[in-house]
């Protein structure tokens, strides 16, 4: 059962602190130091167990993506996480080629011989090849072409969010000049987690009491092309 909140309605602070983060966003010379009151406001009023976290070290963990190379002649064990008309979870095991993170692969260039030298370029016009770049692979030992094998291409969305954000950014000789920019881009990621946040909190409530809050919290317009 969700434990009961002490706030029970929080919408008036809330939009109290959106319509000063609004106001001061469209200020001509913005005041970061207000804008990040004003957000860090917002923030708080989730409570404690909604409350976004602000560590740059945290949220490079959180984000972190390892790129891989799948070996070619080895496989490996994975697993989905599938569930019943019931909503229990099981395990659905099956095999995949073996996935190498990129910093534990050593890139060399092979040099071909000169017959293969002679076969690969017949009848080509261009710069002779005469290497290709190869990698072996660290669990069977086998040798990998490069161009054959790519590096994995994951990415987050745009929309992603994960509980945490990185620290305001700060000026320095080699940002000031873009420090309004990524100022402005720390605003809409934080406040992209603070409405997920907000959403989490707004359901808990609901759940635990039975009935809406006496005022409907609209989450901050992040994306506003005006601001």
Known sequence: MVKSFSLPDISARYNMYSAGLISSLHNSKRDWDLISFNIHSLNTLLTSKYTIKVSTELYEKATFIQQTRSCQFCMEKDYRTVYDDEGNATKEYFETQTKIPVNEI???????????????????????????????????????????????????????????????????MMNRSSLDRLSMKWVTDFMREVDVGLMAYQKAYFDEHGHDMS???????????KI
């Open 106 to 172: 050593r890139i060399y260039e092979e040099r071909f011989t000169d017959i293969e030298i002679l076969l690969i370029n017949f009848g080509k016009n261009q710069t002779a090849i005469t290497s290709r770049r190869c990698w072996d692979c660290p669990k069977c030992g086998n040798k990998n072409e490069v161009a054959k094998t790519p590096k994995s291409d994951r990415q987050y969305g745009s929309n992603a969010t994960f509980g945490v954000i990185y620290e305001r950014p700060r000026r320095t």
């Open 215 to 225: 005022n409907d919290i609209t989450p901050f317009g992040h994306d506003d092309d």
